[in-house]
Each structure stands twice: as structure tokens, then as C-alpha cells.
């Protein structure tokens, strides 16, 4: 199992800038595939980014240039910076993480744990 819980959400203004965090614990699986969606109030969840073989990163195209998904060596802190906020980006963050035994099994899109998340509030 996998635990995870984020913190770094807030309100900011259109233009700027937050560090969402993902602090994760667990049993020490060897390898890790790390992923952040977002839910918007009465809409449905959604993928931003995700961190797949340390160095593997994709991005929703909404986000792309403005959003970084970094995770630290130890695979114990994972990250979504993002810059240029707007109104848009307004939703409840979450981090998502599936743990392997072997480092050659693939990553999957679908995640079995998931933290608490984080609400994002950028105005106008």
C-alpha cells in the first residue's frame, strides 16, 4: 500500500504561482508511477500530469508550459509546480501513485491509491 497526502494548495491571483507537494509513505516498492489530476467543483475528475520511470512526464495540453511534475530521488516527495494560474485552474488537486515490485513493469493510467487533495483557488 501506498499512502499519500498533498499539501501546497491555496489562493492566489490570476498570473501566479503555487508548489502543490505529495509526501508519500508506505511499503517501499522499488518503483513508482506518479500521476496529479484535478476536479473542478461539479465537474468531473480530470488527468494533468503525470511522472512515469523517474524521468517519463506527460501534461494535459491546458497545462503544458505552465505546469512542472517532478518527484525527489528518494521517490518519497513527488510535485506539480505550477505557474501562470488561471481562473480555469480552479479545482481540488490530487496525487495519485501506483508502487511495483519490478522495476521493468509498465505504468499503468489507472491508480489504486490516491491522497486526501488539495484545493486551488486562483481569481480573477
Known amino acids: 500500500q501506498v499512502q499519500l497526502v498533498e499539501s501546497g494548495g491555496g489562493s492566489v491571483q490570476s498570473g501566479g504561482s503555487l508548489k502543490l507537494s505529495c509526501t508519500v509513505s508506505?511499503?517501499?516498492?522499488?518503483?513508482?508511477?506518479f500521476g496529479w489530476f484535478r476536479q473542478p467543483l461539479g465537474k468531473e475528475r480530470e488527468g494533468v500530469a503525470t511522472i512515469h520511470d523517474d524521468v517519463k512526464t506527460s501534461y494535459t495540453d491546458s497545462v503544458k508550459g505552465r505546469f512542472t511534475i517532478s518527484q525527489d530521488n528518494a521517490k518519497t516527495l513527488m510535485f506539480l509546480e505550477m505557474n501562470n494560474l488561471q481562473p480555469e485552474d480552479t479545482a481540488m488537486y490530487y496525487c495519485?501513485?501506483?508502487?511495483?515490485?519490478?522495476?521493468?513493469?509498465?505504468?499503468?493510467?489507472?491508480?489504486?491509491?490516491w491522497g486526501p487533495g488539495t484545493l486551488v483557488t486562483v481569481s480573477s
Open positions: 495519485a501513485a501506483n508502487g511495483l515490485l519490478f522495476k521493468t513493469s509498465p505504468c499503468s493510467s489507472q491508480y489504486k491509491n
Open positions: 508506505g511499503y517501499p516498492y522499488v518503483k513508482y508511477c
